[in-house]
């Protein structure tokens, strides 16, 4: 495992959206790893996108306090609800905002070992979710932002 540079605000490379990963092997897994570690080497980050390390794939690692999870080509396949939520992110240091998710969602995506996996989520988790997925497709939070905060 290795540790990767986080990518922040004003590269353009977070606003591109990441391709599909065709198949899972062991350089994808050895990517989620490196990403994980590089999260973890970030105390206060939840989760991870790989294009936040300059890699522009489908690939998210999130990590809540429940365990890790890596997730390949992950979607968002069904939302309820709404609320108001802080976030923060790796790519915007000393940057928060209150941002409105959805309250429940679910997601479709690949483990590390290639198998589909649906989870369901609510709270912190689904705002992690959507936060991380949206990064794939070239969203950052600070576009949701409806009030910005000082911590």
């Avoid at 790519?91 to 989870?119: D, H, M, Q, Y």
Wanted: glycine fraction near 8%; charge should be negative.
């Amino acid at each position: 495992m290795a540790l990767r540079t986080i990518i922040v605000n004003g590269d353009p490379i977070l606003r591109k959206k990441s391709r599909q990963v065709d198949q899972v092997d062991d350089r994808i897994r050895a990517i989620l790893n490196d990403m994980a570690e590089t999260m973890y080497h970030h105390g206060n980050g939840a989760g991870l996108a790989a294009c936040q390390v300059g890699i522009l794939k489908r690939l998210v690692v999130i990590d809540m306090g429940d365990g890790l999870l890596k997730l390949v080509n992950p979607k968002v396949v069904e939302t309820s609800g709404s609320h108001e939520v802080i976030e923060g992110c790796l790519s915007f240091p000393n940057v928060w905002g209150i941002v409105v998710r959805p309250e429940k969602v679910t997601i479709e995506a690949l483990n590390e070992n290639g198998e589909k996996i649906t989870l369901s989520a609510e709270g912190d988790l689904a705002k992690c979710f959507c936060h991380e997925i949206d990064h794939l497709d070239g969203i950052v939070f600070t576009d949701k932002v409806i009030k910005y905060l000082d911590l």
